[in-house]
């Protein structure tokens, strides 16, 4: 049996990109900056804490290896020290973004190569012709926001305004999006997501890559937090991806958390959500267990990204890969013979890096299963090498970009 699983550690980078700099993130590694300021100790910078980034299972499968390659220099080690058991390598970006859709669409086969449009880091940050069509045609008594914001901070902000007003709170960031919080209860969730259907066609001649429906719950900025009930609209792929190939190809394809929406919910046949990683880690092995010959699992873990990495969570960032880590092995023990498992992630967010944006930063790959062994694969130039990969092991004719690795 060939099944395939195709996780991704959302902003889990290693460092290392050559063309950081012009994205102004020359220097940023994620993962490496974690393991030194917990290799460090808290010292004078509040929030860090005392004891080495322990991965024992992830450094096994090529992970401490695969972060030495990418910058070209040993990062504090991770816990393990036999021989790495899994194949291993890093990934380049060739998109021209440093967003969720350009490397999702990447490790599925299709580089972007467009321009997507952004938002000025400016207040107002919005064209007064978009935010004036949608509060005539969404029927709202305004909106709150309307700039470059932390979507837990500005929902911490003006969340009681919202809640007296009626207005939805939207703000962006560097990435190409339009994000619409607003009280999952006092607004209504139904509301919420028409409102998003309005700014999506709203947005579509500016090129904005995905509105963000982002519900919250609460009474005050002291209990204000946002529901798994998020939901993404974003425009869909220009090219079929791997998942469209699986699904033309008669397979199962089942996208666990984000990952239908990346997607615009094309070459998804199943959708399994989750209150957040651990559950959807829990339902990912529910899944696999029903997966048949030739399927393919794909899996976002969201919360690197959105809890730690946009927060500059160091210390949270470092306890949520040791969670995961240690749940690792149930997913071995799972596998049966054909499988191949492949981790990677999307782009960085450097926890230790200025402002609250993802980082540009090559991204592990790690493969493994009962019959894939060891070894390097060295680096990919591109993120569509590993989707051709998957293609390969599913028997699954080629795409247009990238090659196997395996």
């Known amino acids: 049996m060939r099944r395939a699983i195709l996780l991704v550690l959302d902003s889990v980078g290693i460092g290392g990109a050559e063309d950081a700099d012009q994205f102004g993130d020359a220097g940023a590694d994620t993962l490496g900056h974690i393991a030194e300021a917990c290799a460090q100790g808290g010292g004078d910078r509040p929030g860090l804490r005392s004891g080495r980034l322990y991965l024992p299972n992830l450094d096994r499968l090529g992970l401490g290896l695969a972060a030495t390659a990418s910058v070209g220099a040993p990062i504090p080690p991770l816990g393990y020290e036999d021989a790495v058991e899994g194949r291993w390598g890093y990934g380049v970006e060739t998109s021209k973004g440093k967003d969720t859709p350009s490397g ?21 940050s919005f064209p007064a012709s978009l935010t004036g069509a949608l509060i005539r045609e969404a029927g709202l008594p305004g909106i709150l926001g309307d700039r470059h914001a932390s979507g837990t901070e500005i929902i911490k902000e003006l969340g009681a305004a919202h809640l007296r007003t009626g207005k939805p709170i939207c703000y962006t960031s560097a990435d190409s999006v339009f994000q619409i919080a607003a009280h999952e209860e006092a607004f209504g969730l139904d509301r919420l997501y028409e409102v998003c259907l309005v700014a999506r066609r709203l947005c579509d001649p500016l090129n904005i890559g995905r509105v963000i429906a982002r519900p919250f719950l609460g009474h005050d900025a002291d209990d204000f937090k946002r529901t798994a009930n998020r939901r993404d609209y974003a ?53 696999l267990r029903t997966l048949g010959d030739g399927d393919l699992m794909f899996i976002n873990l969201v919360e690197f990204d959105s809890l730690y990495g946009h927060r500059r969570d160091v210390a949270g960032y470092a306890g949520a890969l040791e969670a995961f880590d240690r749940r690792l092995p149930e997913l071995e023990a799972a596998l049966e013979p054909g499988d191949l ?11 230790t890096w200025r402002g609250t944006d993802h980082t540009r930063e090559h991204v592990p790959i790690l493969v493994f299963g009962p019959d894939v062994g060891g070894g390097a694969i060295g680096r990919r130039d591109t993120f569509a090498d590993m989707g051709e990969t998957i293609a390969a092991h599913l028997g699954l004719a080629p795409g247009r970009h990238g090659t196997s690795f395996l």
């Open 104 to 124: 999702h669409w990447e490790i599925a086969g299709v580089p972007v190569t467009f321009d997507w449009g952004y938002f000025p880091d400016t207040v107002p």
């Open 341 to 351: 498992v492949m981790i990677t992630a999307d782009h960085g967010n450097d926890p």
């Open 235 to 287: 425009v869909p792929p220009p090219e079929p991806t791997l998942c469209d190939r699986a699904v033309e190809a008669g397979r199962r394809v089942v996208g666990v958390g984000k990952i239908a929406d990346i997607f615009a919910h094309r070459g998804i046949t199943e959708v399994v959500k989750g209150p957040d990683d651990d559950a959807l880690f829990t339902a990912s092995l529910d899944a």
